[in-house]
C-alpha cells in the first residue's frame, strides 16, 4: 500500500510508520485529519475507518513508536509522555501541515497525545480534535509504578495474571468489553511485549492532564460508548465542556466503539467539520 517511515531519532533510532490517504471528492481534498491510533492498534486494523474517512477529508495515519510496524528498541525511557509528543510535531512538520486546514482524531491513548501536542507545543495547531474514549488519567493502577522498575520476567507475570483476571472480572461486570480484552492479548501476541510493556509504564500510566482540561479551549468532538472499563465515560464527557462548539456522542457500549461503527462515525465528523468550518 505505499507506506513510508519517518525517522524522529537517530540514537536511539525510531521511525515512524505513516500514510498519507487523499480524500475520493476534490471538494473535501483541502481538510485533513492526522489520525492517530489507539494503544496495540496499527494502521491496517483502522483501513475501514481511514476509508470512511476519505469520503470527506484527506487522511494521514501513522504508527506511534512502539506500535504496529514502526520501528522502536527494546529500551528503557524512550516512550515517555513528551516523546510521543515530539514525534507527532514532527510528522505535522513533514507533511507542511502548518499553513492547512487540519484536524486530529485520537483514540484513546492516541487522545492523549493529541490533547498534550495542543496544550504543550507552539506552532501549527489543529482547528480541533475528535477523540475517541478520552480521558484526563487512564485508569491505570498505583502498582504500574512499581512495574516501572521491575526487570521484564516481573513484568511479564504481571501481564499474563492481570489480563486472566480482568478478563474473568469482565464477564460479570462489562461482557462487552471482554472482547477488547480478546483483542489486546492478539496484539500482545503479536507484537514485542517488551515494548508494549514500557509504552504501558512510561507513556499511559504516567500520562495525566486533571487540573489542565481548561486548556483545551479548541473544539472537541468526544465519542463515549455508554459503558468502559478502560475510560471512565462520565470523564470522556467532562472534556467536551471547554469550547462552546464541542460536542459529546454517546456511541456503543464498550471500549472499542470504533469497529462496525465507521460510517455513523463519519456522519458525526462530516457535521462537526461543517459547524466548525462557520466559525
Known amino acids: 500500500?505505499?507506506?513510508?517511515?519517518?525517522?524522529?531519532?537517530?540514537?536511539?533510532?525510531?521511525?515512524?510508520?505513516?500514510?498519507?490517504?487523499?480524500?475520493?471528492?476534490?471538494?473535501?481534498?483541502?481538510?485533513t485529519v492526522v489520525m492517530i491510533?489507539?494503544?496495540?492498534?496499527?494502521?491496517?486494523?483502522?483501513i475501514p475507518l481511514v476509508k470512511a474517512f476519505q469520503k470527506i477529508c484527506n487522511v494521514i495515519m501513522y504508527e506511534p513508536?512502539?506500535?504496529?510496524?514502526?520501528?522502536?528498541?527494546?529500551?528503557?525511557?524512550?516512550?515517555?509522555?513528551?516523546?510521543?509528543?515530539?514525534?507527532?510535531?514532527?510528522?505535522?512538520?513533514?507533511?507542511?501541515?502548518?499553513?492547512?486546514e487540519y484536524y486530529i482524531w485520537g483514540s484513546c491513548v492516541g487522545s492523549a497525545i493529541a490533547f498534550l501536542y495542543y496544550m504543550d507545543r507552539d506552532g501549527s495547531k489543529p482547528k480541533a480534535i475528535i477523540a475517541a474514549s478520552p480521558d484526563a488519567k487512564f485508569k491505570t493502577q498505583w502498582w504500574f509504578d512499581v512495574l516501572n522498575v521491575l526487570p521484564y520476567p516481573f513484568i511479564w507475570v504481571a501481564y499474563k495474571l492481570t489480563m486472566f483476571f480482568l478478563r474473568r472480572i469482565l464477564r460479570k461486570k462489562n461482557p462487552d468489553d471482554v472482547k477488547n480484552v480478546d483483542y489486546s492479548i492478539d496484539r500482545f501476541n503479536k507484537l514485542d511485549l517488551y515494548i508494549q510493556m514500557r509504552i504501558l509504564v512510561e507513556f499511559i500510566h504516567k500520562y495525566d492532564i486533571r487540573g489542565r482540561e481548561v486548556e483545551l479551549d479548541l473544539p472537541i468532538l468526544v465519542l463515549s460508548p455508554k459503558k468502559d472499563w478502560f475510560?471512565?465515560?462520565?470523564?470522556?464527557?467532562?472534556?467536551?465542556n471547554y469550547h462552546p462548539k464541542s460536542k459529546y456522542i454517546s456511541l456503543g457500549d464498550a471500549h472499542r466503539l470504533i469497529v462496525d461503527t465507521e460510517e455513523k462515525i463519519v456522519g458525526y465528523a462530516n457535521e462537526f467539520f461543517a459547524s466548525i468550518e462557520q466559525l
Open 231 to 240: 475510560v471512565e465515560p462520565e470523564n470522556s464527557k467532562k472534556l467536551a
Open 1 to 31: 500500500m505505499g507506506f513510508e517511515f519517518l525517522q524522529t531519532s537517530e540514537k536511539p533510532l525510531i521511525k515512524l510508520r505513516h500514510k498519507y490517504f487523499k480524500a475520493e471528492n476534490i471538494e473535501y481534498q483541502k481538510r
Open 65 to 100: 513508536r512502539g506500535y504496529g510496524y514502526s520501528v522502536g528498541p527494546r529500551k528503557r525511557r524512550i516512550y515517555k509522555v513528551q516523546y510521543y509528543v515530539d514525534d507527532l510535531a514532527k510528522l505535522i512538520e513533514h507533511y507542511d501541515l502548518k499553513d492547512q
Open 37 to 46: 491510533p489507539g494503544f496495540l492498534d496499527n494502521i491496517d486494523n483502522r
